[in-house]
């Protein structure tokens, strides 16, 4: 297969097994000399920024569509199908993010932060294992995990003909899904049949590409015995927190060993994994990333992404930035009960969500990029065009997206003022029992609702957890100003909710008058039955219930139908460019390539990669009570411990969050890092791939062997990963005959 590209070509040709129309361009394309990039431009970058070029829509490939000419020519290597074989069956999924087997003996490595939790229920009474760190110094001490698996990928099929057929069979929305469901079980028991027998359970998933327009069938086998062999201490694997997530240079040591047990409790025989790179990277070598990077939109359409901009990243960031706000006032008046409150994690994870979508909104905001998708649109459109059976069957397309979008807006209001409306840590808990409060009541007026159903309500009012006093009155609050803000002081809910009073004042009124103001006086007037329609949070939620109702399924309709074209959209792609233009990422396996470059920020250069030298010079400089401290193994440094190791390094390689713990390898399948983030830069990724702005972080292999080697002295893992050799100790091995 070839990739019909060229470096100076501006966007991928139509593909000329569907359209003979472009078979001349397609050889002027095809014999144009094709070099290695350079100055971390892919090739194909066009000069004119605003210009759509060859990989805007990424470089996230499947593996049923493999690059393989792509990678030969544009790399200098032989990527045939035993590479790529060998590439998908070293590489791993484990639960929400990717990893990879690093020995003939089951050893996976991954990231720190893939596996805390797996940390944490290993971890044994009197033990602080995210502090201290673990490392089984025998194969008799590595510790099952419970309820863990590790996924290897045996197969990858494009099964879209026999998916889509089934739909085209059916008419109506109902029965398509029930034909689309059916075939998905038909396709899955028959693969799975195929490889059945051996070690692990047999697991095949169907997934839609292209947003419905392909199918696949991706088929794993499932390991669940799994063991931890080795982690670092938090404070290395999540060294610099909060503040250097999404950023660059960063200095963190974020890895776990863990390894796959066969079905007789021997560590499992794995023909395939990657080698460990003694020699790691420089600048201008290329890596390839191999993991399940999650949902990206960059096969959306301007007008969808217009609609992102102006309604639904500008509401989660607004949501995301004021609710951070109360926590963090919150915990710095308050900092031993935000301790036992859990509530450093918590804003931790909203600061995460608030820095991912303040990227994505600085992206849909940038002329530059907006103007880039406009003109990669019109290039489509009119390859549309161009062909007269393309543009009867689909050439209304972008224009009916567009369409669905302007009827979206009219809901706008609602969107933003109801975005994450539910139980949980940033949400009023007064306003979210009094929805259900008014249900219920509803319910009992109506009459005819069985009681188990009536007291099912019930138990989810009494479920819902108090916040302290301080953050419900400012939760409470700020969900008020967004009701004023966005549906405006005249709309009726506005108008329950504030009842002529300032936000302020509303707030005081609920808090001191309803029943529902605390889970002790809730539940009080649950049992006396004195629950009332005229409690003020239940008439707030009786304004509140049929809005919601209503935009709900108005948004819903709209939304179903935006699906329909969605689909219809990524057939009409993929007839035009076939694999060439790879499908948005959806958590399935893919693979990236990329190059080591640096690149400019800030006004200077950010370097390839950093060292130990840049760790400790952080600790240093920011001190024992920052998010910069190290554990006391590492203190002082250790003799023997090479501080100019690089510890990690940046590429060009196509990345997205679900890529953590991605094994990044070379053309040899030698691992040399595991992707851990991306610059903040990177984060316009969501929507188009910019090899000169973002860079994929990765942990240098080197760093971590010297760690091992010197600081935690784990010499068996080693050497297992230098000889391929499994070391036990000698009752181990008198126990196995060995």
């Known amino acids: 297969m070839s990739l019909n590209h060229t470096p100076g070509s501006r966007f991928p040709v139509p593909h000329p097994t569907h359209r003979i129309l472009f078979f001349g361009l397609f050889l002027l394309l095809f014999l144009a000399p094709i070099r290695k990039p350079v100055s971390g431009q892919a090739p194909g970058s066009p000069t004119d920024p605003t210009q759509a070029g060859r990989f805007d829509m990424g470089k996230m490939w499947t593996f049923e569509n493999a690059p393989m000419d792509y990678f030969t020519q544009t790399y200098g290597f032989t990527a045939d199908q035993d590479w790529f074989d060998t590439a998908r069956l070293a590489a791993l999924r484990i639960p929400g993010c990717s990893a990879a087997f690093v020995s003939p003996n089951g050893l996976v490595v991954t990231n720190h932060h893939c596996a805390r939790g797996a940390v944490v229920n290993v971890t044994r009474e009197g033990e602080s294992l995210l502090d201290d760190g673990f490392y089984a110094t025998s194969l008799d001490e590595e510790r099952p995990i419970p309820n863990y698996y590790v996924d290897q990928l045996i197969a990858a099929e494009d099964v879209s003909d026999e998916v889509l057929q089934a739909m085209d069979q059916a008419s109506g929305e109902q029965a398509r899904e029930s034909a689309r469901q059916e075939v998905i079980s038909q396709i899955q028991d028959r693969i799975g049949s195929a490889h059945a027998g051996g070690e692990g359970a047999v697991r095949v998933e169907v997934t839609a590409l292209y947003n419905g327009g392909r199918y696949s069938a991706y088929t794993y086998r499932r390991f669940t015995d799994v063991r931890m062999v080795a982690a670092a201490e938090l404070q290395l694997g999540f060294f610099g927190g909060d503040p250097d997530n999404f950023t660059y240079p960063r200095y963190a040591l974020d890895f776990t060993f863990l390894r796959v047990y066969g079905s007789d409790g021997e560590p499992l025989e794995t023909e395939h994994f990657f080698g460990w790179s003694l020699d790691g990277v420089q600048e201008d070598d290329v890596v390839f990333v191999i993991g399940n990077p999650g949902p990206t939109n960059r096969l959306n359409t301007v007008a969808q992404l217009e609609f992102q901009r102006d309604v639904s990243v500008a509401a989660q960031k607004s949501f995301l930035g004021s609710r951070l706000d109360i926590m963090r006032e919150f915990y710095e008046e308050n900092p031993d009960q935000g301790e036992a409150m859990g509530l450093r994690n918590q804003m931790f994870g909203l600061s995460n969500s608030l820095k991912a979508n303040s990227g994505r909104l600085d992206a849909l905001k940038d002329p530059v990029i907006m103007e880039r998708k406009a003109d990669g649109e019109r290039l489509f459109q009119e390859a549309l065009d161009a062909d007269p059976e393309l543009r009867v069957q689909w050439g209304d397309l972008i224009q009916n997206v567009a369409n669905i979008q302007a009827e979206k807006m009219a809901v706008a209001p609602e969107y933003s003022a109801y975005v994450r409306l539910a139980p949980g840590n940033t949400e009023s808990a007064l306003l979210v029992r009094g929805i259900y409060a008014a249900q219920y009541l509803q319910a009992q007026e109506a009459g005819g609702v069985p009681p188990a159903q009536l007291d099912q309500v019930r138990d989810q009012i009494l479920e819902i957890a108090s916040h302290p006093e301080e953050m419900e009155e400012a939760f409470l609050a700020e969900r008020l100003r967004d009701f004023e803000r966005f549906l405006g002081r005249d709309h009726p809910v506005t ?112 370097p390839v990669y950093t060292t130990f030298f840049g760790l400790y010079d952080h600790f240093y400089s920011y001190g024992r009570e920052s998010d910069w401290n190290l554990p006391d193994r590492w203190l002082p440094p250790h003799p023997e411990l090479d501080l100019g190791t690089p510890l990690n390094f940046i590429s060009t390689a196509d990345t997205y969050g679900g890529n953590s713990g991605s094994p990044a390898v070379t053309p040899g399948l030698e691992i040399v890092g595991l992707n851990f983030d991306r610059n903040v830069e990177g984060l316009s990724r969501d929507f188009i791939f910019l090899p000169e702005r973002g860079r994929n972080i990765m942990v240098d292999v080197r760093a971590i062997k010297e760690a091992m080697d010197v600081v935690y002295d784990a010499d068996r893992i080693v050497q297992e990963i230098l000889t391929h050799r499994l070391f036990r100790t000698e009752a181990e091995a008198d126990a196995v005959g060995r």
């Not at 009409?572 to 060439?580: E, I, L, S, T, W």
Request: no cysteine; net charge neutral; charged share 20%.
């Open 495 to 606: 108008s329950a909710a504030l009842g002529g009073r300032s936000v302020e004042g509303a707030t005081t009124h609920l808090l001191t008058r309803s029943a529902l103001s605390s889970a002790e006086s809730t539940e009080a007037a649950l049992e006396s039955g004195t629950l009332s329609a005229a409690d003020p949070a239940i008439v707030l939620a009786r304004a509140i219930l049929p809005s919601l109702a209503g935009y709900q399924t108005r948004l819903n309709a709209l939304s179903a139908q935006e699906r329909e074209l969605a689909a219809d959209l990524g057939k009409a792609r993929f007839a035009v460019y076939g694999p060439d233009v790879p499908p948005d990422a959806s958590r399935s396996p893919r693979i990236t390539d990329g190059v080591v470059k640096p690149y400019t920020y800030n006004g200077t250069l950010a």
